[in-house]
């Protein structure tokens, strides 16, 4: 990329000469040195007008400032970079880091303990309280549809697009082949020297199966070890809707009219509801949705059909993950720090199956955190095939690919459109050369 300098001369400024500038630089109208379109004069290529990249133009004028030589910056700023790396993979030796640091929650709570002195206890609000949030009802109702139907498209698309998937570790690979790179640590992985033994791949290897204990009640007691077995688990973000308003017959939940009374630290009472009336069963905002059978599962008949489906999969993929994220904020989801172990609830659980690094020094119990999304919502990052219908991937030319989540890989090979917070990491503004040869010779 060649960028040009241009130079301020004496005779684009009128009325000026080097023994009359002694003057403020603001003075001056922009239009006189600056053109306001800069990409078209600077030599800029169309393909940057949208990227992240910041451009730092000096122009060696000979305007004195003050009575000194100065340049004149030009910056160029945008809110997304044109590429970047996909987020870190922990290993099993390593501590997820703390949302929000150790010192900054202890500050937090004291200046909290300061301002509340000597202050009347405030009510709690929901759901702390024991009541949902009635404005977010229709949110978890979204959710939970979405997460349906993304799974049902998934089940459509793969049977359009090749997701290949590893017999020996969990790596997965979108294309009609997999990539060629040394990358398994699975099993005898040594005697195949990292290479991949792919083989097809199920719906579970793209929507990672991460459940959750499901609470009847979730201000109630914390689940023991001994309860492990006879509470049933289910998937954590139909969890999060069921505390968040979703009505599920098969998994009911303790719904409360009136809020508890606290009468202490960790201990409260319901309180007394039975003068309320009778509720009436009424019928959800929405229709919940529900998983078709294997047997009604049809791949796309069209080229047409496929874009569709592919741009509609990706607007669930963001939907679940948008609402998600809002509900999170409310009702608090908790993982463990060691291992991928997920809690809906105010509180941890107390079953000791936490199997990660070091788990003898902790008797099996989890070390809980306040979760993230992608704690909740794995996006499994894949590497991004530039061209499908063009050569393979090269080994050597590893450091030029990029990473998208899987199912914005599906949805983009499909032939939907990449949302703009994805393009950064799967490095569509990076030139990839054609050859080792030519990689060589990149700077």
């Not at 990249?53 to 030009?74: A, G, H, M, Q, V």
């Not at 689940?223 to 289910?234: K, L, Q």
């Not at 905002?285 to 496929?306: A, D, F, G, Q």
């Not at 992608?374 to 219908?389: A, F, S």
Request: charged share 25%; with cysteine.
């Amino acid at each position: 990329m060649s960028i040009t300098y241009s130079a301020v001369s004496w005779a684009d400024l009128s009325g000026f000469s080097p023994k009359t500038v002694p003057f403020a630089i603001q003075s001056l109208p922009k239009r006189q040195f600056l053109n306001p379109i800069p990409f078209s004069s600077f030599g800029f290529s169309s393909s940057l007008q949208g990227s992240s990249i910041e451009f730092r133009l000096e122009f060696k004028s000979k305007l004195l400032l003050s009575k000194e030589r100065r340049s004149l910056p030009f910056v160029v700023r945008s809110d997304h970079p044109q590429n970047a790396d996909a987020p870190k993979q922990y290993t099993r030796r390593e501590k997820k880091p703390f949302p929000v640091p150790i010192v900054d929650l202890r500050r937090a709570a004291r200046e909290r303990v300061k301002n509340n002195k000597d202050k009347p206890r405030r009510p709690l609000p929901p759901p702390k309280n024991g009541m949902v949030v009635k404005s977010l009802v229709p949110l978890a109702y979204k959710v939970y549809n979405a997460r349906i139907r993304l799974i049902n498209n998934l089940h459509r698309l793969m049977k359009a697009v090749r997701v290949n998937a590893c017999g020996w570790c969990n790596e997965i690979h979108v294309g009609p082949y997999g990539h060629p790179f040394k990358s398994c640590k699975g099993p005898n992985a040594s005697q195949r020297k990292g290479l991949h033994e792919w083989t097809n791949s199920v719906i579970e290897d793209v929507i990672v199966p991460l459940e959750a204990y499901h609470l009847y009640d979730r201000l109630g007691k914390r689940i023991r070890h001994d309860e492990r077995f006879s509470i049933p688990r289910i998937p954590a973000v139909v969890e999060l809707c069921i505390q968040g308003g979703v009505e599920i017959p098969e998994f009911p939940t303790k719904r409360r009219r009136k809020p508890i009374i606290r009468i202490g630290k960790s201990e409260f009472v319901d309180a007394d509801e039975t003068e309320l009336p009778d509720l009436e069963p009424q019928p959800p905002p929405v229709p919940l949705l529900t998983e078709l059978p294997m047997s009604e599962i049809t791949p796309p008949s069209s080229e047409e059909e496929t874009i569709s489906l592919a741009e509609e999969t990706l607007k669930a993929w963001e939907e679940m993950r948008a609402g998600a994220k809002k509900l999170m904020r409310m009702y608090r989801v908790r993982v463990c720090g060691y291992c991928p172990e997920v809690h809906v609830g105010p509180t941890g659980h107390k079953a000791q199956n936490c199997g990660a690094f070091k788990h003898q020094q902790r008797n099996g119990q989890h070390g809980w955190q306040s979760a993230v999304l992608n704690d909740l919502i794995p996006p499994r990052y894949v590497w991004h095939v530039p061209d499908v219908n063009g050569p393979p991937m090269q080994r050597e030319l590893r450091s030029f690919y990029g990473q998208a989540p899987v199912v914005v890989e599906i949805c983009a090979q499909a032939g939907a459109d990449v949302p703009e917070q994805y393009r950064a990491t799967m490095r569509l503004e990076v030139g990839i050369p054609s050859s080792v040869k030519e990689a060589e010779m990149v700077v």
